[in-house]
């Protein structure tokens, strides 16, 4: 004799039906809030084809539309070295694109094209994501339009080098499956907005992959639609990370123990007309530790250009001050 509850089992496996009908029900919810998000977002991705100056064969990659003017955000690598755009649009017209701008530190650039009543996607805010909710991509790998592909936010606040050799901040890791093509297309909520843009994948990894979040990216985009251009600072120095002796540390009562070798100033720049010298070794600017390249650069921002800065260094074993005036960087 079997129980009625084994029977219904037995019933259930030999029907090849789920064993709960709540496993069902949240599929269905799932599905519903992918389906969604696809439906609310296609109409706003992009296919671009980029021809390059140096190159035999043309470039490919993603974009979306941010404003119903003909907008669109997409990577730096995608369009660099372009001299002709070609966007592909989901309705299968193609247009021709103008570079608008791009910030290659951030790998983000923007397009636009002629005026379209298409559809455009919102920026979420990316300070509000949390490990572990659904993440959404879409783009054009491999050439294969409107490719959807779904997991989670794997972790957040990551850092990720650009081609020019500076860190990108804020970057979302996502195990939302992305290839060659995907580059500047949406990472998407689970409400089809916007919390980062595509832009690499790690390929002898699993399951690894970025995106430039959002709210950086809306910051790079206002600048480059304001200004043309995301400013920066710079004092003209090449110096390397070194470990600091920690006898020196704490009679300097220094909270870092690594600093920046000056190795050399180049002539006729910031650097250069101050009081800095080869072999000093910077630990702060004003009085914010700098432990690498890396918080050098992100310490440069555009509040400091033209403005009169106080750099720490160790020189003969002390602790001098120099003050120099860092210029704009241009790109």
């Known amino acids: ?52 100056s140096k190159a035999k064969n043309p470039a490919t990659g993603s974009g979306f539309l941010i404003s119903s003017d003909g907008l669109l955000v997409t990577n730096s690598h995608v369009v660099k070295d372009g001299v002709k755009i070609q966007v592909n649009l989901f309705d299968g017209r193609t247009v021709q694109g ?24 919102k920026f979420a805010n990316s300070d509000l994501l949390q490990v572990g909710q659904i993440a959404i991509a879409m783009g054009n790998p491999y050439g294969f339009q409107y490719t959807l592909t779904a997991g989670v936010v794997s972790a957040l606040g ?15 890791q996502t195990d939302a499956a992305l290839n060659p093509g995907n580059s500047g297309g949406p990472l998407l909520d689970s409400h089809g907005m916007v919390i980062g843009v595509n832009t690499a994948v790690i390929r002898s990894a699993q ?11 809306e910051y790079v985009v206002s600048r480059l639609i304001r200004e043309g251009k995301v400013r920066r600072a710079y004092i003209g120095i090449a110096g390397q990370n070194i470990p600091l002796p ?29 009081a800095l010298q080869e072999r000093d070794v910077i630990v702060s600017m004003d009085g914010d530790p700098i432990r690498s390249i890396d918080d050098l650069h992100k310490k440069l921002d555009e509040n400091k250009v033209d403005r009169i800065v ?4 160790i020189r003969n074993g002390g602790l001098e001050h120099v003050f120099m005036t860092p210029g704009e960087l241009k790109s």
Do not use: C, W
Request: overall charge neutral.
């Open 207 to 217: 399951g690894l992959a970025f995106a430039v979040s959002s709210n950086l990216t």
């Open 98 to 121: 103008t570079l608008m701008g791009q910030d290659q530190a951030t790998d983000i650039a923007i397009i636009q094209i002629p005026g379209e009543k298409t559809g455009h996607l």
């Open 1 to 52: 004799m079997i129980s009625a509850i084994q029977s219904e089992l037995v019933t259930h496996l030999e029907s090849g039906l789920p064993s709960t009908t709540n496993d069902q029900k949240l599929l269905d919810a799932y599905s519903r809030t992918i389906t969604g998000v696809a439906a609310k977002a296609s109409s706003a991705i992009v296919q671009l084809t980029v021809f390059k």
């Open 246 to 274: 920690a006898r020196l540390t704490a009679s300097l009562k220094l909270e870092q123990t690594t600093g920046i070798l000056v190795h050399q100033i180049e002539k006729n720049q910031p650097a250069a007309f101050s």
């Open 158 to 172: 990551r850092t990720l080098r650009a081609e020019n050799g500076r860190l990108i901040d804020d970057v979302i």
């Open 310 to 313: 106080r750099i720490s260094v």
